[in-house]
């Protein structure tokens, strides 16, 4: 009688509830879990927490990927600290974070506003959802061929009569090209997944939100938002996780085979890949992989404080 009152429909256990300690269920649940478990344990000391602890011993060192390392301890954070290319890559990762995710997310809630009774909603998000599919080095050469000197956009600017169009690819214009592109290319990808939120909610909410008189906006405000809040926590904490990392679109966009990208553009990301891997300009891993730490603990704050600010009670439908 224990036992089967601790069982939701369907026979498995209620939330929160366990087994009884000496039930059968919760033996074979005991035996079975470290099994279980070390599988993936393993694979998460070995690929993730492992190179952790040897890229920290390596941002204490001076090594150029041949010979042998030299300890020089805190004087590749020094030498970050000092140097403005490093702060100019903060300040555009921090840029790509909070503007470029501010607009997507915004859009993305106008989109959902739209399409959520829409005709043909379906194909429409997949539409939305396929520059998510592309390389960003497709999205960064069909740029350049879009705004250069002579490229299609000038060339209909011109066709209007707007002989002295703007150098849209010239050093002071690059990132904020780069951070449209962003947009673009991001904004679809979080509205397919905001949507498929919404799509859970219940019609009856929507209809009774209308009988009290609530318009379009007052509904998602407290209907959408409020029932799909778990979704857009989740959509936040994943745009903070890959605006850190945005890589091969500034590469390409702004680079050439025998030059990097102009260093007004430089993320995080791409700090550390010059200069772990920038020939010309000698080979620092050390200072890589103190960059690279630097970036890991700012996600790592980032998304602890996203998960505190974004925390709400959960919500039953």
Not at 202 to 230: K, M, N
Not at 234 to 253: G, H, P, Q, R
Request: net charge positive; hydrophobic share 55%.
């Amino acid at each position: 009688m224990t036992t089967s009152s601790t069982l939701a429909a369907g026979g498995s256990p209620a939330r929160g509830k366990r087994f009884p300690t000496h039930s059968p269920m919760e033996r074979v649940r005991r035996r079975v879990f470290w099994p279980f478990v070390l599988p993936a344990l393993a694979g998460m000391v070995i690929f993730y927490f492992a190179p952790i602890v040897f890229v920290a011993w390596l941002s204490l060192n001076k090594w150029s990927g041949f010979g042998p390392m030299r300890f020089v301890g805190t004087a590749n954070y020094q030498q970050l600290w000092l140097d403005p290319t490093f702060t100019t890559s903060i300040v555009n990762t921090f840029k790509i974070l909070v503007i470029v995710g501010v607009i997507t997310f915004v859009l993305a809630f106008a989109l959902t506003l739209v399409l959520r009774q829409m005709t043909g909603k379906h194909f429409v998000r997949s539409v939305l959802f396929f520059p998510n599919l592309i390389n960003a080095l497709i999205f960064a050469i069909f740029a350049g061929m879009l705004f250069n000197p002579n490229g299609l956009v000038n060339t209909a600017l011109h066709w209007v009569g707007i002989t002295d169009a703007p150098k849209w690819l010239a050093p002071d214009n690059q990132f904020t090209l780069i951070m449209a592109i962003l947009i673009w290319s991001s904004t679809g990808y979080f509205t397919s997944i905001i949507m498929s939120g919404v799509d859970q909610i219940p019609p009856y909410y929507y209809e009774a939100a209308s009988l009290d008189g609530a318009g379009p906006i007052r509904q998602f405000f407290t209907v959408t938002l409020p029932l799909s809040w778990d979704v857009v926590s989740v959509c936040a904490i994943l745009w903070t996780m890959s605006s850190v990392k945005v890589f091969e679109l500034i590469l390409v966009f702004g680079g050439t085979r025998a030059s990097s990208p102009n260093s007004q553009n430089w993320t995080t990301a791409i700090y550390v890949y010059l200069s772990a891997f920038q020939a010309n300009a000698g080979r620092a891993f050390g200072l890589a992989a103190a960059a690279a730490l630097v970036s890991l603990a700012l996600v790592a704050v980032l998304t602890l404080g996203l998960r505190r600010l974004l925390r709400r009670e959960a919500i039953e439908l």
